[in-house]
């Protein structure tokens, strides 16, 4: 790797490194009564080594990192990705299409297994609500014209697409899930250490595209945001059958699914330069949807039909207290429409626009959806 002559980033690339190490090391789960946290203590370290690797401030280290990562999950050499030359296409519908299509891209590999489990599941539907946030964000209208410096968005929905894509995978690990999204899970096909290895590949998939957004201060929210994920996720495993407070649960999904649509509605905005004000709008909106989304989520755990794509009643079979076992289902929902609220209000100070409209259509959605 190159070295790097400043003493402050050549401490954090030996911080960064020594993360990197015991990330990889946690990932191998060679002890099986300790899946659920290996696998997301090894998160953990994967999200300081994010943080401490952003200051060094490198593109060719950062990809050498990259590089290292694919190579050690799928055993074989793969070729970086190919840049996304695509212009923010004028529609969701066709910003989805080209997501779509990097993301098959994304799941090649010399490693048959690995890529035709990363296909089954990567492309087998799902909401793509992030990346529909951060597109919407980079289209709103605004009183002033952005005067920031603008990014592309289409690598920033990819990318946004592969860390929730890696963390579900963990989670299906986590929760011994068989099913999701209609299709089995890698880990009821393939088993744990494979479903580890191929969510990490798409994470190192997803670092390639971190230089596109280099000083936009993205690459910095989304580290962050990855270490509150695991945080999240870590405080739950260890309330696992333990009662736990209405409070309790909120800063739990707060920090394990809100502070994530958060940051991708502000990360689209942050892209196409909007000022601080509106930036905080999208925040405020995306905290609302967050916390409206998991806490249906958790509803339709209990209630949802064959459209959930879920086996229903994981969370007591768990022994994980949601707020329906909290306050009880129509106290939830009641709390759905709340947040929902809340988001649309986020708006306000925002000029109408087809992208306003599909954001407040994505909160009212959100009440009643039942998958």
């Not at 909120?250 to 909007?274: D, P």
């Not at 949802?304 to 009880?328: C, H, S, V, W, Y």
């Not at 129509?330 to 992208?355: C, M, N, Y």
Request: aromatic share 6%; with cysteine.
């Amino acid at each position: 790797m190159t070295q790097i002559t400043c003493s402050n980033q050549t401490k954090e690339l030996e911080l960064a490194r020594e993360h990197f190490d015991r990330f990889l090391a946690l990932h191998e789960l060679q002890d099986q009564t300790r899946i659920s946290l290996d696998t997301l203590t090894g998160d953990y370290h994967f999200s300081q080594f994010s943080l401490h690797l952003i200051p060094v401030d490198s593109v060719e280290i950062t990809d050498a990192f990259a590089k290292e990562l694919r190579e050690h999950v799928c055993g074989f050499a793969s070729p970086e990705l190919e840049p996304i030359t695509e212009e923010n296409p004028k529609t969701f519908a066709q910003s989805k299409k080209v997501l779509e299509g990097q993301l098959e891209k994304i799941c090649f590999s010399l490693n048959v297994q690995m890529q035709n489990d990363l296909l089954r599941v990567l492309l087998a539907g799902g909401k793509r609500l992030r990346p529909a946030l951060s597109w919407a964000a980079y289209n709103l209208k605004t009183e002033n014209e952005p005067k920031g410096k603008q990014y592309p968005i289409l690598p920033l929905m990819v990318m946004i697409e592969l860390m929730h894509s890696a963390s579900l995978i963990h989670d299906d690990v986590v929760d011994e899930a068989d099913i999701r999204r209609n299709v089995p899970t890698i880990n009821a096909t393939s088993g744990n250490l494979m479903a580890v290895k191929s969510a990490d590949f798409i994470l190192g998939r997803a670092m390639e595209l971190l230089k596109v957004y280099k000083g936009s201060g993205i690459d910095e929210r989304l580290a962050e945001v990855s270490e509150q994920m695991c945080l999240g996720e870590l405080d739950q495993l260890e309330m696992l059958n333990q009662d736990v407070s209405e409070e309790q649960y909120m800063r739990q999904i707060e920090r394990k699914t809100a502070l994530f649509i958060e940051a991708a509605a502000a990360c689209g905005g942050m892209a196409r330069g909007l000022d601080e004000a509106d930036i905080r709008c999208l925040e405020q909106y995306g905290y609302h949807i967050g916390m409206a989304f998991q806490i249906k989520d958790d509803v339709l755990d209990e209630i949802g039909g064959a459209e959930f794509g879920k086996q229903r009643n994981q969370d007591k079979k768990r022994g994980l207290k949601t707020l329906p076992q909290i306050i009880g289902l129509a106290r939830s929902e009641e709390a759905v429409r709340g947040h929902s609220d809340q988001a649309v209000l986020a708006l306000q100070k925002l000029p109408d626009s087809p992208a306003k409209n599909d954001l407040i259509k994505m909160a009212k959605i959100l009440v009643e959806r039942t998958k």
